[in-house]
């Protein structure tokens, strides 16, 4: 039906063929209860970057229709997101901080068009294995400490507090919370605020409970969103100092482009702050589409997602939108109420610009406490205690990473906590190639297996012969290293063949199996070794290295240096041609 | 002797116990020797700092008596060195371009306290293995290039050249000694400079010839320096445009405690040449300490040798100096002259201090054409073709990473090159631990060992069973990664196994051995991996992974997810187990 207007994106359109009624009403209901939930969101995650609520408006409606047309997600609602939002808002009031200003708009423009280059380069390009830099027990640090601070900034619009910090860390937060106790709280605000966060921990909880409840999550931001407005309306609450949404701007998107800075000052913040907020808004993207798709078991192509969700970014810079990605909790709504292709996303985008075009003037009186609570209740789920429970147990390193990352974010700001995530995975990238693992092995009784004697208490040295793994490929960054822990090896074999006068160590075996790659530092230090051995009369032979590993040594020359005879299959061969049973022949 | 009056620091002086008259005499006579290398050599390398020649002299006083006494290499002879001198210059003259002033002298002081600092704090540490990351072939095109770039700076003393570029690029130096052709060019320099250059030349070429004339190639600067001076003197060449020294400060070294900038604007630029001059330095005097150590087969604490190189330049700079390390040209003298101890530095040590406070007026008719010669001569050898031959023979890569840091270099500065040289050096890192190698094993014919059945042509696969090797650690870094191939070979096995009419594939073996360790970004790709291979009706088993792995696949309860009775102590034991001989019997 769709297919001969839309020849050429059939390629990444694999919804194309064969769409049918019955595959339509499930996208058409899945896309009818995501928008209940994207409206209220994208308003009141507009404000989380410090921008008009129409703008979140604008991204929900452009975003889901390039989505639809380029991404290979099936369960994806793309559309503007919490953590972005507020890292975002973090970043550009550090370079503008008056965010009533026209420039701070363009700045935000600029940044997601940037954002979306990154995106679009890193999927061309093939890179989006740069992403997997940012480790799981990164994520939920950062993601848990992201939740905590917008929880707690929604206190302002929970409490009515008037005068606010800027800043995103808890000791400032709390600060303007406590200074205004005694002035700035307004009970009208708080019995909205608080009513109807309970009301939506509620219908979060009952989905939770009840999986075939999950509408009821789903259109409960909706519903606050309708009743307080309501409320507020017949009340006139807001004369008693309940503050309201006021105005948003009717119509679809206005064009943008002439407003992103392609030169002058802000132009290296904008990509600074693009590169940073695409790579994560990345990261949520891909993390989303992966889970529903090994869920449903269907293969998604890394690479091409990201063009997809860059693609939208520049286009969303060009028509008054921010960064948009996948959203977790809208996405989660889709896939639960039955979304079978991109075309639910289409579904939302029209709702959308329904809204946008029809009802925007009726937020008028839409109290901002409503929009607080919907914001709390979005984020709570991202504090995951169970993960950081399970980091503990299985990884202190990744527990360091996560806490790192969490505490980088509530004591600093997003960025902050994303720098200390970032070299903290770095740190152990560079711990893990610096110091391989390298194991003595021995004989395992009745068998030709050699194993870690650590790990096989009951594997046996071979007298006389030092049998050594090294579980890393050899590079300049460990090759030092390796020599010198094999040699130190040696020299406290030898002072323990003295003491339990056992032969000498005539022979060192290096088990090469592990060795997926050696280049000249790593060559240079086995001619090193080979060196000090030759002092020490023992000799070394090599057992089974790996066909790259071989040219290698080949080509430097040192398989001539030891002689190729040196060379073995496997450790057991080795032994039986130089070992003590050779002697004995 | 010693012993008693440095009893403070006996623990890094291990000549102290045992020492006698024959010892001395070698050290006395390799300091001797080393000390008429080291005077001429030391005032010419203070001219590529942009510092006044007696600097040069008093790092050589003191560096190599702090040296003497912390040090443990027994061969390496402190002082200042050509490479790093260039860097100082560049960097120092990018911050401060007039290097008359005051200012100028006062941050190389500032660079060279924190030089010391950085080293200090690296080696108490103990993150020595820092400066591995610095690769052999960066290290070879960096010092190729400076070599180069220094040789065409000595065009300047050695054309006797007045109006020199200060950059450091061959286009602007070339620039330089191009348009100078007509009217700068003086022939009484270039007499001067070309015949010395030929004698330092043959000296050095005859010295590798025969190993026994080494004192050839150490008295010949000397030699020149004599013979020079005394020539411009009778001649009053300096009359018809010669260049000389004119002066060198007579004395010991000033204090300068009051000079290092420790607050204002230069503080931050002081710290990042300190930090990156004593990086650079520690690479010299650790690779020249190694060398040597090896050599002679004594051991070399890393660690302990960078404090003691840390010490040195933090007194220097206290003291007048500026960053001073090992010297491979006077180590190889220090060694070929048969030295003992690091005593020789103590020698070498008074006979500079004797020349500061008592011939330095000599030096005034020195001609700059004869220090350039020595400065050509010494680095000459730097340029190691060789090397770079081999680079290419064996891996690409770093034939990439020396040509970038080379290139860096001789077309941008010394400062470009060494950030080039990193960054490839970091991105080969990162290869190495985003895209593990993952193996298809198959069994040897008449064993049970399973091999890469790429490497091994004739090891067949078992029919109905996938057996895969995973080399490395798996690591948020590469657990998608790893993942993501296991299952895309086996796509490709079972549209293998359909067209050959060959069993389905059922068994998925991961071979673990080579697995050091697992973090929770690893668990959970495993997890996902059993997931998908249930929905594909495939069991998953392991052999043989580790304690480390082990413990963390049963914190995780990874173990009960996929039952205890799947993980095996060998791949034969897998598939003797589960394997098509199983189902036979």
Same sequence: chains 1, 2.
């Avoid at 990261?283 to 889970?291: D, F, L, P, R, Y």
């Avoid at 693609?311 to 959203?327: E, H, K, P, Q, R």
Wanted: aromatic share 10%; charged share 15%.
């Amino acid at each position: 039906m769709l297919n001969s207007s839309f020849d050429g994106v059939r390629y990444n359109m694999y919804w194309g063929r064969g769409y049918n009624l019955k595959t339509f009403q499930g996208d058409f209901i899945a896309g009818l209860t995501t928008a209940s939930l994207c409206v209220p969101q994208s308003i009141a995650y507009a404000k989380l970057a410090n921008l008009d609520p129409q703008h979140g408006l604008y991204t929900s409606f452009v975003a889901p229709l390039v989505y639809a047309f380029m991404g290979s997600s099936r369960d994806t609602a793309a559309g503007p997101v919490a953590v972005v939002s507020l890292l975002l808002g973090t970043m550009l009031s550090d370079e503008i901080s008056d965010y009533k200003s026209h420039d701070y708009l363009c700045l935000a423009f600029t940044a997601t068009f940037f954002a979306g280059i990154t995106q679009m380069v890193l999927g061309v390009l093939r890179l989006g294995f740069l992403i997997d830099f940012l480790s799981h027990a990164a994520i939920v640090g950062f993601m848990g400490g992201a939740a905590i601070m917008i929880t707690l900034q929604q206190l302002k619009g929970l409490l009515g507090i008037q005068n606010f910090t800027k800043k995103t860390d808890i000791v400032s937060v709390m600060g303007s919370v406590w200074s205004s106790v005694h002035h700035g709280w307004n009970w009208q605000t708080i019995v909205i605020g608080v009513a109807f966060l309970t009301f939506l921990l509620i219908a979060k909880h009952t989905a939770k409970k009840n999986k075939k409840l999950f509408w009821v999550a789903a259109i409960a931001p909706m519903t606050s969103v309708i009743l307080s407005t309501f409320f507020v309306y017949i009340t006139r609450a807001d004369k008693k100092g309940v503050s309201i949404v006021k105005h948003i701007q009717k119509g679809v998107n206005p064009a943008s482009a002439r407003e992103i800075f392609f030169s002058g000052k802000y132009l290296g913040a904008g990509i600074r702050i693009g590169v940073v907020a695409g790579m994560v808004a990345l990261t949520e993207a891909v993390a989303i589409g992966k889970t529903f798709a090994a869920m449903k078991d269907y293969s998604l192509d890394g690479n091409k997602e990201m063009v997809a969700i860059g693609t939208m970014n520049i286009i969303g810079s060009l028509t008054s939108c921010y960064v948009a990605t996948g959203s977790f909790s809208r996405s989660a709504v889709n896939h639960m109420a039955g979304c079978k292709t991109a075309v639910s996303n289409i579904v939302m985008s029209i709702v959308v610009l329904l809204t946008l075009i029809l009802i925007t003037p009726l937020f008028k009186y839409t109290p901002n406490a409503v929009l607080a609570s919907i914001i709390t209740a979005a984020v709570v789920g991202l504090v995951n205690v169970e993960a950081v429970v399970l980091l503990w147990k299985i990884d202190k390193f990744d527990f360091v990473a996560c806490m790192g990352a969490f505490f980088g974010v509530i004591f600093k700001n997003v960025e902050i906590g994303l720098l200390i995530a970032v070299a903290i995975s770095f740190a152990k990238i560079l711990l893990q190639v610096t110091k391989p693992r390298i194991a003595v092995l021995g004989k395992l009784p009745g068998t030709s297996i050699y194993r870690n004697i650590q790990q096989y208490p009951n594997a046996t040295q071979v007298p006389g012969v030092l049998i050594i793994r090294v579980d890393s490929a050899i590079y300049f960054s460990n090759s030092n290293y390796i020599k010198e822990r094999i040699l130190r090896w040696l020299t406290n074999e030898d002072a323990h063949s003295k003491e339990d006068e056992l032969p000498r160590i005539q022979y060192l075996i290096v088990e090469m199996s592990p060795v997926t790659d050696i280049d000249t530092s790593g060559i240079r230090a086995f001619e090193d070794l080979y060196r000090s051995l030759e002092k020490r009369k023992v000799q070394l032979l090599l057992a089974n290295p790996g066909p790259i590993v071989m040219e290698k040594l080949s080509a430097s020359n040192f398989t001539d240096l030891i002689g190729e005879d040196k060379i073995f299959i496997s450790v057991a061969d080795a032994v039986a041609n130089f070992g003590p049973n050779h002697e004995e022949t």
